[in-house]
């Protein structure tokens, strides 16, 4: 059974960094193919990708973002990792990890932390 | 990059009958490797979104079958044979055959008459 969680900060104010930890179960990060997707949502508003750590520890970013962002993973933690520079009340929204099956997609997600930036 | 349109933007259905969304894409989703990159989602309210549908038309496990997957290239559609109350929420479509960048589009809402 693959769980993900998602914990951090529920409030940052504007210019700092945010620190989100994805902790998951029922998975390796070992394992060829997987990946730990981030994506966030505003209120009221779609989903938006922002990030995604490969096993193999190749990383993609959201060109919109990609100079504010760095995933990382503790394999042995079965966590991952994403901060995100300069947080700004435009980046308040949900942020969701998610496991990526070899197929390419989101097949489980975790519940979602909110974060308000707001000083 | 590729944006993707969905429509209605919301819908009310009476339980029991059929509903229809639309999702295009401003470019071909048919992969030279010969898979589409289409997938379909529903976000209940209050709660995470869930995978319906992978590769255009495949129920992921535990979709109830009255769910179904279509289309081709550019044009995409997720149908629901018959509404139930538990069905309600936003469905999204979202393509990755740039991968591995994701596409999400802007949403659907499904309401109950």
């Known amino acids: 059974q693959i769980t993900l969680k998602e914990s951090g900060p529920t409030l940052v104010k504007p210019t700092q960094t945010l620190t989100l930890t994805c902790t998951f179960s029922?998975?390796?990060?070992?394992?060829?193919?997987?990946?730990v997707g981030w994506i966030r949502q505003p209120p009221g508003k779609a989903l938006e990708w922002l990030a995604l750590?490969?096993?193999?520890?190749?990383?993609r970013y959201s060109p919109s973002l990609k100079n504010r962002l760095t995933i990382t993973k503790d394999t042995s933690k079965n966590q991952v990792v994403l901060t995100m520079t300069n947080m700004g009340p435009v980046d308040t929204a949900t942020y969701y990890c998610?496991?990526?099956?070899?197929?390419?997609?989101?097949?489980?997600w975790g519940q979602g932390t909110l974060v308000t930036v707001s000083s | 990059d590729i944006v993707l349109t969905q429509s209605p933007h919301s819908l009310s259905v009476t339980p029991g009958q059929p509903a229809s969304i639309s999702c295009k894409s401003s470019q071909s989703l048919l992969h030279s490797d010969g898979k589409t990159y289409l997938y379909w989602y529903l976000q209940r309210p209050g709660q995470p979104p869930q995978l319906l549908i992978y590769d255009v038309s495949n129920r992921f496990s535990g979709v109830p079958d009255r769910f179904s997957g279509s289309g081709s290239g550019t044009d995409f559609t997720l149908k629901i044979s018959r509404v139930e109350a538990e069905d309600v929420g936003v469905y999204y479509c979202m393509q990755s055959i740039q991968l591995p960048l994701y596409t999400f589009a802007q949403g659907t809402k499904l309401e109950i008459k």
């Open positions: 029922g998975f390796s990060l070992s394992t060829s193919g997987v990946g």
């Open positions: 750590i490969f096993w193999d520890d190749d990383k």
């Open positions: 998610a496991h990526r099956i070899v197929g390419a997609y989101f097949d489980y």
